[in-house]
């Protein structure tokens, strides 16, 4: 069972929710970033914007794990 957890990323531009997903599919947080971005233009009626405020609400906060 894999030890990857979902939670916001301490080194954010603005709440973590793109570092926190980039940590967590191995990818670049610029990528995640881009596609919020998109989704939101692309999507209609700020789909994007919608996502990210869900996904904010819902991912803990980072922790220090000793």
């Known amino acids: 069972m894999s030890d990857k957890k979902l939670m916001r990323?301490?080194?954010?531009m603005i709440a973590g929710v793109a570092g926190g997903l980039a940590n967590y599919f191995d990818t670049d947080p610029t990528l995640v970033r881009?596609?919020?971005v998109l989704l939101t233009l692309l999507g209609g009626g700020g789909l994007g914007i919608l996502v990210y405020i869900v996904l904010w609400i819902v991912m803990p906060e980072p922790f220090d794990v000793v």
């Open 9 to 12: 990323s301490e080194d954010s």
């Open 34 to 36: 881009i596609l919020f």
